[in-house]
């Protein structure tokens, strides 16, 4: 059987198939579908500043969709990142994680998921070579990304 560590690391070494379907000076956006056929968009506005704005969202919904494959469209996710990243070398990257209460979930299991969310960009982020910057309010947490 495997541990939980296991079973993390193992959904985050299998991301989705993905690819970009459009790019301009001021967009990149790439999709894929996830396993219960959602389609998953990632969308990169850059802005004049060098910084670049990150959406994503499955079926048009930026909440959580209760199809159990979060670790797998996070895994998606970050992959979009690292190629984009790669291909484009942004001074920063920023990008919203609201918490509003989905489907009757406590504050508690919002928190636990923020912070889960928190420590998997920052272990991202130092990786890709950029520090973390975190502005938390009450309905949000905005991560800003700065190339060191």
């Known amino acids: 059987m495997k541990s939980l560590k296991q079973y ?3 959904a985050f070494d299998k991301p989705y198939r ?3 379907f459009q790019e301009d000076d001021t967009w990149s956006k790439y999709h894929a579908m996830t396993g219960a ?4 968009k990632v969308v990169f506005e850059k802005w004049s500043t060098g910084i670049v704005n990150i959406v994503f969202d499955i079926s048009g919904a930026v909440g959580i ?6 670790f797998r469209v996070m895994a998606t996710v970050l992959d979009i990142i690292k190629d984009y990243i790669t291909n484009n070398e942004p001074k920063g990257l920023r990008f919203t994680a609201n918490k509003e209460k989905y489907f009757g979930q406590a504050s508690k299991e919002i928190q636990s998921r ?3 969310y928190t420590k998997m960009i920052e272990r991202f982020a130092s990786k890709a ?3 973390v910057k975190l502005d ?3 309905y949000s947490t905005n991560y ?3 190339k060191k």
């Open 8 to 10: 993390i690391t193992e």
């Open 136 to 138: 938390k309010t009450n």
């Open 144 to 146: 800003k990304l700065i």
């Open 37 to 40: 056929g959602d389609k998953l």
């Open 129 to 131: 070579g950029y520090k």
């Open 114 to 116: 923020e912070k889960l």
């Open 18 to 20: 993905w690819s970009k």
């Open 65 to 70: 969709t209760g199809e159990g494959d979060a």
